[in-house]
């Protein structure tokens, strides 16, 4: 999923003046009348003034496909979902279908639809996972030279947590890096699933230490998603629209990484301008961070 990272010194302030709206109460001016105590009222979930679809339920997103939500879970649409990403100081793609929350493991995970066609699986026992990495790397190497001169803390990818792997039988492809910036570690959690117009792209968002422990409700959820009628996988037609890269293009980044295949690659700082999507690690991470600070949660805690 595309997610371009917040650029902008002013942006990058925003975790801390949210915070600080979320923390700081008014002052209150002196008087000379001693006040009376008032008992403090919890404080309101920021996104509860979203419009959630809470579980059991099942969630229509765009018509595109559909997904179970059991109790527990609750979704919002792609207006909300823009809004929640702008939130967390991302820049929405515009293609978001919706987004998804565990209300009882508090890990979200966003639902994108990139429209390029009909991926074909040809290269679904060739995936190097060791070559993709080193083409990973390269590419963050390159904007981490953009990142100092801007004073935005670099990146580095410390190797896979999940190595890509492709599911012949559901058609979806899953991988998951782990990275580094800051000092702080996280992980990049994806899976693409295939269908006949195009991949809906799934990004989990959750703290490095809980992403395990919340993977099989994750995996759990994603059983339950179900391409519409006419957008399955299976019922490609010739005519239809192919894309113009496989999977191992999808690891790296989708469109911007088609030139991967036509061995291109090493002119990433020209495709880093247009939509390499596989730096949505650091956003990820950023992502993580400002989901506590909007919900209220601080490390190591359960509750909302």
Not at 274 to 299: C, D, H, N, P, Y
Request: one cysteine or more; aromatic letters at 10%; hydrophobic letters at 40%.
């Amino acid at each position: 999923m595309r997610i371009r990272p917040v650029l902008s010194w002013a942006l990058r302030l925003l975790p801390i003046c949210l915070l600080w709206a979320l923390t700081v109460t008014p002052f209150a001016a002196e008087s000379s009348v001693a006040e009376t105590p008032v008992d403090p009222s919890p404080q309101q979930d920021p996104l509860d003034r979203f419009q959630w679809l809470n579980g059991p339920a099942t969630a229509d997103l765009q018509s595109r496909a559909r997904l179970r939500l059991p109790a527990g879970f609750r979704y919002v649409e792609s207006g909300d979902a823009q809004k929640i990403l702008k939130l967390m100081g991302n820049a929405p793609r515009g293609n978001e279908l919706g987004l998804v929350e565990s209300r009882s493991n508090h890990w979200w995970a966003i639902f994108s639809f990139d429209e390029v066609g009909y991926v074909k699986d040809d290269e679904k026992k060739d995936l190097n996972a060791d070559k993709l990495l080193i083409r990973m790397r390269e590419g963050v190497a390159e904007d981490n030279k953009r990142r100092k001169l801007e004073g935005i803390p670099t990146l580095e990818i410390l190797g896979w947590h999940v190595a890509p792997k492709f599911n012949d039988d559901t058609k979806n492809l899953e991988w998951s890096l782990l990275g580094q910036s800051a000092g702080e570690k996280f992980v990049n959690y994806n899976v693409r699933l295939l269908g006949r117009k195009g991949v809906t792209e799934v990004t989990l968002i959750e703290d490095f230490e809980k992403v395990d422990a919340a993977m099989p409700e994750f995996r759990g959820m994603l059983n339950s998603f179900q391409y519409s009628q006419g957008e399955n996988y299976a019922e490609f037609q010739q005519g239809d629209k192919i894309a113009q890269y496989g999977l191992g293009a999808l690891v790296l980044g989708g469109t911007a990484a088609a030139a991967y295949k036509l061995g291109f690659f090493g002119m990433v700082a020209g495709f880093l301008k247009k939509a390499f999507k596989f730096i949505v690690v650091g956003v990820v991470a950023l992502g993580a961070w400002m989901k506590k600070v909007l919900t209220g949660r601080k490390s190591g805690r359960n509750e909302v």
